[in-house]
């Protein structure tokens, strides 16, 4: 068994009540389990999709980018991409700037304001989404393919509202 495999099984809960003990807080020890193992969690499952991802050539956002294209008929603007992935105009400027150096996304003028630019998926880029398709989806369906349908869908729930507390992470 490799160390990741083992991960996540640590911490355990008798860990979390120990160090919240040696820190006199009054605070939920399984809270704090899950909170850490969706964490770690999180950390594994992005190398992972890096990993993944890399096979066609492509990063985690540069794949975001250009499904989101992808998905709102081929063109968006910089800011709508980025208001869309959660992300910085200034990411968006540097993941359009390597997939346009690719040919998989390319920039013109925008129509409805003059001023502006968007982005459009190229036929390139189109294709690479095509070709990774089918890999791709079987290797995510595969992922979660130890949850039952009805799991899965509690999870969504789940997944759902730990999404809305991230912001206690972040929360002044």
């Known amino acids: 068994m ?17 160090q919240l003990e040696h820190y006199g807080l009054d605070v939920d020890p399984q809270a704090v389990l899950v909170a850490v193992r969706l964490i770690s969690a999180g950390a594994r499952l ?24 992808e998905d709102h008929g081929g063109e ?31 920039r013109r003028p925008s129509t409805e304001d003059g001023r502006g630019a968007v982005v459009i998926l190229t036929a390139r880029g189109a294709q690479r989404l095509r070709d990774m398709a089918p890999e ?10 130890e949850l039952t349908v009805d799991e899965r869908t509690v999870f969504l729930d789940l ?10 992470l972040t929360a002044e």
Do not use: C, N, W
Request: hydrophobic share 35%; glycine share 10%.
């Open 159 to 168: 997944l759902s509202r730990v999404v809305r507390g991230i912001g206690a």
């Open 76 to 106: 968006k603007s910089p800011s709508h991409l980025a208001a869309h992935l959660g992300v910085s105009r200034a990411t968006v400027t540097g993941l359009v700037d390597g997939l346009e150096r690719e040919g998989l996304v390319a």
């Open 46 to 69: 992005g190398r992972a999709t890096e990993a993944h991802f890399a096979r066609y050539g492509l990063s985690t956002g540069r794949y975001r980018l250009l499904a989101d294209l």
């Open 2 to 18: 490799t160390t990741d495999e083992t991960d996540h099984e640590s911490p355990t809960l008798d860990q979390a009540r120990r």
């Open 136 to 145: 791709h989806f079987d290797r995510l369906q595969e992922m979660v393919g």
